[in-house]
């Protein structure tokens, strides 16, 4: 049994990730509105991340059955494009930055049907964009090229 598999360093790089943005999450003296910070959505989003991750750790921990060797260069791809993602937000904009990272990892991880990836990848990041700017009218990051994106 290899105790490095695929699943499990992607487990911990998502555990460290999502750790990392929600300890960047306290600290930050924004609004006196309490629940309505701009930190309050992105703390929920991340610790339920960080849970999940935490489960997947363990369950992949108390998993015993025989594996391949990891495919890190899936891994690293997914990594990459993630910090690309994060990177671009700030600059171009939400749904710009999220729809070529989301045909960027469903590609990586093996969806092929062309009209499955453009639906998720236009339509979540319209979906959240949707959300929270329209209705729970807490801006993400817009575009500087279009005010409706």
Same mark, same amino acid.
């Given at each position: 049994?290899? &105790? ?10 998502? %555990?460290?990730?999502?750790? +990392? ?19 309050? =959505? ?8 960080? +849970?999940? $991750? ?26 990459? $494009? @993630? %910090?690309? =993602? *994060? ?9 710009? $930055?999220?729809?070529? =990272? ?6 990586? !991880?093996? *969806? ?11 339509? &979540?990041? $319209? +979906? %959240? &964009?949707?959300? =929270?700017?329209? &209705? *729970?009218? !807490?801006?993400?990051?817009? @575009? ?6």
């Amino acid at each position: 049994m290899s &105790v490095l598999t695929e699943r499990r360093v992607t487990s911990l790089v998502l %555990l460290l990730v999502g750790a +990392a943005l929600l300890s960047q999450t306290f600290g930050q003296a924004h609004s006196g509105l309490g629940a309505f910070s701009p930190m309050f =959505f992105p703390r929920i989003v991340l610790g339920f991340w960080v +849970a999940v $991750a935490v489960l997947d750790i363990f369950a992949e921990l108390r998993d015993h059955h025989v594996v391949t060797r990891p495919r890190l260069l899936r891994v690293t791809v997914i990594a990459v $494009a @993630s %910090l690309a =993602f *994060l990177v671009s937000m700030t600059r171009i904009g939400f749904f710009l $930055a999220a729809a070529p =990272f989301a045909v960027v990892a469903l590609v990586t !991880l093996g *969806l092929r049907n062309p009209l499955s990836i453009a639906g998720v990848a236009v339509g &979540v990041p $319209a +979906a %959240l &964009v949707a959300l =929270f700017n329209h &209705v *729970l009218t !807490l801006p993400l990051p817009t @575009s500087p090229f279009a005010w409706w994106f």
